[in-house]
């Protein structure tokens, strides 16, 4: 019987088919927790009252933060999910190799970050008409143009795309030495309590500045996938001898 | 199709193989055969690239299987430990299968599905242990892999759904000829089908040889004490009882062909190949009867 040659791209491609095809609880968490989150977006953040005469008028501010914060956790999850070995061991019952898995699991997880940031942004579009359901009253909405909405959903998917990076890193670490991960948290606390006894900010600070703080969304992006290739490419040099099965 | 040479695969502290040698040639049956323990499966798992070799070298196609996308993309590994999404219905994972391996017969899928009462509409979570090492096979036969390793694919199959997988195997061989390893507790059962046995034992390949040379190389001969002793110190004994003062039965292991003829007053048994297996990879004379007579004396 002759052998079979196959390139490292078919292999991808037919792995990625099979992630899309195996992975509906993926879709499934999505849905659902985005449904919740809008319900609780649906409770005001913030709320005030004025009169003026015989005029009464009391506002409610909503946000979509929680929506947000929803989509994270749905990421968080999902890295997990895929960085873990048995989910891994799936792709070794057909054709893989370390380096097409990886590669189909950072191109799904790129993937699964911009549907989670699309339907998060849109998602949040509909807390306007939850309000119309159930409240009388006159609804203002912060209108964006189409410009905004894009830089919305593109920022929403650079901080959805650092949380995947991260906890595929942090699950692979956790994996391959479980001490790894508890040997940082304990030097970031040991840090952090140092630099309160002399009086500095904790680490977090300035990469949250770092970030939260950058005004160009192009130089935002920039930052995000940088350090996401190399949470990723960490990633790969963990993973890429390690044994299958035992 | 694989060659090993002096292969040392370690576990932390365990050594699973060590100064292991073996060529497999291409388009044969060979039965990986050895006691529990022995290092079949780190064998087998070493071959399709799930492990990395600590020492030595292991060509698979003439690549490192570890890591290599041809070797992957011609192997198919199957065992009671394969991860298949859960998600997936029978059917559907069968068409996954056949999305990666370019050889898949579907046709030959569904029959052997319809055959052993398979509903593709089933998920593998909800089948018995038999009926999945039973969708195991059914994968493993349309796959037509250029490599098959079976590891103990029977486990949890009847005694009837063993005879029909051994029946389709030898079927779907002839029919597609390929390299097969297969490893199963049941040599008796597969005995016929093997025309190599590699048997594994003390992490070492101990005997690479064809299933008649096996036959062969054990030797049980029955008669008096003498003429016995005479013939055993010409070999190397494995067993030695003596059934009745006076009379012993002897197991030996021969380097070359007894000539039969030449000792009339013994009578020559012919042991089955499993027989011959058992005998060759106890680890001590007398077997388990000889701890229970040791635990009597006490």
């Known amino acids: 019987m002759s052998l079979n040659e196959m390139s490292l791209f078919d292999v991808v491609k037919k792995q990625l088919r099979l992630k899309f095809l195996s992975h509906h609880s993926i879709w499934l968490s999505l849905v659902g927790i985005q449904l919740f989150g809008i319900l609780i977006s649906a409770v005001a953040t913030s709320s005030g009252s004025s009169s003026s005469g015989n005029i009464y008028t009391t506002s409610h501010v909503y946000s979509s933060t929680f929506l947000q914060i929803m989509t994270y956790i749905w990421i968080v999850g999902t890295s997990v999910y895929l960085a873990l070995e048995s989910s891994n061991r799936i792709d070794y019952t057909f054709v893989t190799t370390r380096l097409s898995q990886f590669i189909s699991n950072v191109i799904f997880l790129i993937f699964i970050a911009a549907i989670g940031a699309f339907t998060a942004y849109f998602a949040s579009s509909l807390i306007p008409l939850v309000q119309r359901l159930f409240v009388n009253g006159i609804i203002l909405n912060t209108s964006f143009t189409f410009v905004e909405h894009i830089m919305n959903i593109t920022g929403t998917f650079g901080y959805i795309l650092l949380f995947a990076s991260t906890t595929y890193l942090v699950v692979v670490l956790f994996q391959f030495n479980r001490f790894i991960p508890l040997g940082f948290l304990v030097l970031y606390s040991l840090a952090n309590v140092l630099l309160a006894k002399i009086g500095a900010d904790s680490l977090i600070i300035p990469l949250y500045n770092f970030y939260e703080g950058e005004s160009s969304l192009s130089l935002f992006l920039l930052k995000a996938f940088g350090l996401s290739t190399i949470l990723l490419a960490s990633a790969w040099f963990v993973n890429r001898s390690k044994e299958v099965r035992y | ?181 297969l490893s199963s507790h049941h040599l008796e059962e597969i005995e016929n089908l093997l025309e190599d046995v590699l048997i594994i034992h003390n992490q070492k390949a101990f005997m690479h040889l064809s299933i008649s040379e096996l036959k062969e190389s054990v030797v049980a001969v029955k008669g008096s004490k003498v003429e016995v002793d005479r013939f055993v110190s010409m070999h190397e004994k494995l067993d030695y009882n003596e059934t009745i003062p006076g009379t012993v039965m002897a197991v030996v292991k021969v380097s070359q062909y007894v000539h039969r003829e030449n000792f009339p007053q013994l009578t020559f048994i012919n042991l089955t190949a499993n027989e011959a297996f058992i005998y060759l990879t106890d680890s001590q004379e007398g077997g388990i009867d000889r701890v229970f007579e040791r635990n009597e004396l006490v």
């Not at chain 2, 070298?57 to 991860?83: H, R």
């Not at chain 2, 509409?121 to 493993?140: C, D, E």
């Not at chain 2, 009847?158 to 029909?164: G, I, P, Q, T």
């Open chain 2, 1 to 181: 199709m694989i060659e090993c040479k002096n292969v040392l695969k370690k576990y932390r502290r365990h050594t699973a193989l060590e100064d292991f040698h073996c060529s497999i040639q291409e388009n044969t049956i060979t039965g990986v055969i050895g006691r529990n323990g022995a290092g079949k499966s780190t064998f087998m798992k070493l071959v399709a690239g799930y492990l990395k070799k600590s020492q030595g070298e292991v060509v698979v196609m003439g690549e490192n299987p570890f890591t290599s996308l041809k070797v992957s993309a011609n192997t198919i590994m199957i065992d009671d430990n394969m991860s298949l999404p859960i998600s997936l219905t029978l059917g559907e994972l069968l068409q996954s299968f056949a999305l990666f391996y370019p050889n898949w017969n579907d046709s030959l899928a569904n029959e052997l599905m319809a055959y052993f009462k398979l509903s593709p509409k089933m998920y593998v979570q909800n089948l018995s242990k038999g009926m999945r090492s039973t969708f195991h096979a059914i994968i493993g036969f349309a796959a037509r892999c250029p490599l098959t390793i079976y590891d103990e694919p029977t486990t949890g199959m009847d005694s009837a759904v063993r005879k029909d997988f051994y029946r389709a195997l030898l079927k779907d061989y002839l029919a597609f000829p390929r390299t097969i390893l």
